[in-house]
């Protein structure tokens, strides 16, 4: 870890102090699906109508998703069973991720995701969020 850390100029505890963030993310404002923009990124809150597993060029976990303003595919190319299963019809979920324009709209490549209790909606976050540099082999 310490080499690792070095990567990022961090010899000392006290170095971390100094480690700033890159960037901040803006995850505090739910977006509807029908206001959406390629190249955006937000957080929608939706219904899972579909979850489906595709073998195109490669296997694929696609998740067509819906909140009442327009429709969402969520593209996962890296997933297990147990994700599958998680992301069945009539689930809330809360994504955040980058808009992109596929082969059947818009859609969503790996994008991070909350499950929801059903019946609760939770508020989004407060705050910014923020995003540090990363090496390989450390994560945010």
Known sequence: VAARLRK???QRPEDLLFVLPQRYEDRTRL???GALEFGQRAVIQ???EISEIVYRRRR???CR?????G?????FFYFSR???N???RGTSIRCYGEVRIGKSGLEMIHPEYQLLPPEQNPPPEQHLTPIYPTTEGLQQ
Request: aromatic fraction near 0%; hydrophobic fraction near 45%.
């Open 8 to 10: 990022l100029n961090v």
């Open 31 to 33: 977006t509807r699906i």
């Open 46 to 48: 939706a219904q899972v």
């Open 60 to 62: 694929s976990l696609l």
């Open 65 to 69: 998703i819906s909140d009442g303003t």
């Open 71 to 75: 429709q969402l595919t969520l593209r």
């Open 82 to 84: 147990a994700q599958h």
């Open 86 to 88: 998680r992301l069945a």
